[in-house]
């Protein structure tokens, strides 16, 4: 049977979360709040302005839209600046491994991820070239879970939603693949991300015995 991947980026690809961390982090420092790793949980997936606005709740701080905006250029280029030195060595481990596969084996793959910086983020790792398609936070008007992020990648694909499998570590990126009907595989803890159809621990749990039946089925 013909399949298709798409995967999300951030937590699956590479662990941008860490720099996201650290931005988001000196942000809250400098509004006079702390930022925990705890706190950062609660932003993976989700869009950049959503992202400000957990933030800002947190540290119970209200911003006037002009200066949201400010802050978020602010963040975003502090997060770039940790983007601009990525190179493929932060590739996480298992992904060459399944994108070599799929590659032998003709099976196309698209990105899914809400990040704007996916584009660049692809291109300092060195697997821009490699996938058949992108969609980022640039495409998308709906936020995961909304499955517009993964409709549009099936689309651009040309392959039906029941044919595609989303590769996913975030709980809201889990639903918007079950809400577009697709099948889908959980990066990360099981009992959090207990709507997947699997849950993996990281990227290596693809193994070839697990694609072998995947496609054979
Ligand atoms: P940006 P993903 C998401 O990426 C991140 O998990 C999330 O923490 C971030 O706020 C979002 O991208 C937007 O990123 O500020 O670069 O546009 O997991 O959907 O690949
Ligand atoms: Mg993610």
Known sequence: KEIAFIFDLDGVIVDTAKYHFLAWRNLATQLGFEFTEAHNELLKGVSRIKSLEILLNIGKVQLSEEEKQKYLVQKNEEYLSFVNKMTSEE????????????????????????????????????????????????????????????????????????????????????????????????????????????????????????????INN
């Open 91 to 214: 590739i996480l481990p298992g992904v060459s491994n399944l994108l070599d596969y799929l590659d032998a084996h003709n099976i196309k793959y698209a990105l899914g991820s809400a990040s704007k910086n996916a584009p660049l983020i692809l291109e300092k790792v060195g697997l821009y070239k490699r996938f058949s398609a992108l969609v980022d936070g640039n495409d998308v008007s709906k936020a995961k879970p909304d499955p517009e992020v993964f409709l549009i990648g099936a689309k651009k694909l040309n392959m039906k939603p029941e044919n595609c499998v989303v590769v996913e570590d975030a709980i809201a990126g889990v639903e918007a693949a079950k809400l577009a009907n697709m099948k889908c595989v959980g990066i990360g803890d099981a009992e959090v991300l207990g709507k997947a159809d699997v849950v993996f621990k990281d990227m290596t749990g693809f193994t070839s015995e697990f694609l072998n039946k995947l």
